[in-house]
């Protein structure tokens, strides 16, 4: 493990084993388990299905008990740590369904204060506030006198995170935020999580399978793969040292750019432009086989004036007007 600042980690694993316990023997799931959490972080977990992830997070919540090893949070032992106690410590959102019955969103996003109430359950000027601003930070505003039962999906997920933030807690754990949601759902989760680390400093850990999404958002990844140590790094240098590869062993997918891997046709053009625009073309010939190259009889150039077009110079010059013109111009010429 990396050596850090004491201060910095909400959360230090050291030779943890997970599993289960069984009349004859234990059965570990995954084991010699060393991984921190530094406060203001957001951590992405992944792995392949089956390869543990829901049990090490229900360890990491005290809801199963470690077979070995240790786990602290803010350096005092999770053995050591009350029930009461450790849900001031650490929030869950679960992709469990919930039964809020008749309940607004604002009173969903209440039950966060409940580790902080007395038997009478009053709502404090402090528990007020908190609740308040919980749904400012998650962005719920809008639709938090809403019954829960009329949210999207999209929007109750916010408003479960927002529960979690008003919990007031250094740890937030989800266990896949963005599952079941449409893109521009994940994008607004994955954004939000990452904006709440640093306004608030909470540490969250997600464990999720948006591969995309966390290497272009997560400040660490925990990644873990069958029968091989749980593994932790800055998500750029797990991309270069090949250990995002060797776990998941993807096929078809090119992490070096971040996209599908196209087949080439064998069939060259070259490409002038910048911008948004360069980018999407060449994405839009890489995909039907063309291969940018400065070695071309093909000359394309991106004409991004009022208009944007598209001109082909091969024996002379032919504009289109959309990419799909500029295709299927390309492919009755012969190469």
């Given amino acids: 493990m990396t050596e850090v600042d004491n201060n910095d980690i909400a959360l230090a694993i050291k030779d943890l084993a997970v599993g289960y316990h069984t009349k004859k023997k234990d059965l570990v799931v995954l084991e010699n388990i060393n991984l921190y959490l530094r406060h203001g972080e957001l951590v992405c977990f992944m792995g392949p299905n089956g390869v543990g992830k829901s049990t090490l997070l229900r360890t990491i919540a005290g809801v199963q008990k470690p077979l070995a090893g240790e786990i602290k949070i803010e350096d005092v032992d999770l053995s050591a740590i009350s029930i009461a106690e450790l849900s001031t410590k650490m929030s869950l959102v679960l992709t469990d369904g919930i039964n809020a019955g008749n309940m607004t969103g604002r009173e969903?996003?209440?039950?966060?204060?409940?580790?902080?109430?007395?038997?009478?359950?009053?709502?404090?000027?402090?528990?007020?506030?908190?609740?308040?601003?919980?749904?400012?930070?998650?962005?719920?505003?809008?639709?938090?006198?809403?019954?829960?039962?009329?949210?999207?999906?999209?929007?109750?997920?916010?408003?479960?995170?927002?529960?979690?933030?008003?919990?007031?807690?250094?740890?937030?754990?989800?266990?896949?935020?963005?599952?079941?949601?449409?893109?521009?759902?994940?994008?607004?989760?994955?954004?939000l999580l990452k904006d709440l680390t640093r306004k608030t400093g909470k540490s969250i850990l997600i464990a999720t399978h948006e591969l995309d999404l966390a290497l272009q958002s997560a400040d660490r990844l925990w990644l873990a793969g069958h029968h091989v140590p749980v593994i932790s790094g800055f998500p750029e240098d797990m991309v270069l040292n090949g250990a995002i590869d060797s776990v998941f062993e993807l096929k078809g997918f090119d992490l070096k750019t971040g996209q599908l891997k196209k087949k080439s046709l064998g069939k060259k053009v070259s490409l002038q432009g910048s911008g948004y625009q360069y980018l999407w073309t060449k994405n839009a010939l890489e995909r039907n086989g063309y291969e940018i190259s400065s070695e071309s009889d093909f000359q394309i150039r991106i004409m991004a004036s009022k208009n944007l077009s598209w001109e082909v110079e091969n024996k002379g010059i032919v504009a289109t007007n959309t990419l799909e013109e500029l295709i299927n111009y390309l492919n009755q010429q012969k190469f």
């Fill in 108 to 191: 969903l996003v209440g039950l966060g204060r409940y580790p902080y109430l007395g038997w009478r359950v009053d709502f404090s000027e402090d528990d007020l506030h908190k609740i308040e601003e919980s749904i400012t930070l998650a962005q719920v505003s809008s639709y938090a006198d809403k019954k829960v039962h009329e949210l999207s999906d999209g929007q109750l997920q916010k408003m479960m995170i927002a529960r979690a933030l008003c919990q007031d807690t250094p740890i937030m754990i989800l266990d896949e935020p963005t599952a079941h949601l449409d893109l521009n759902n994940r994008v607004a989760i994955i954004n």
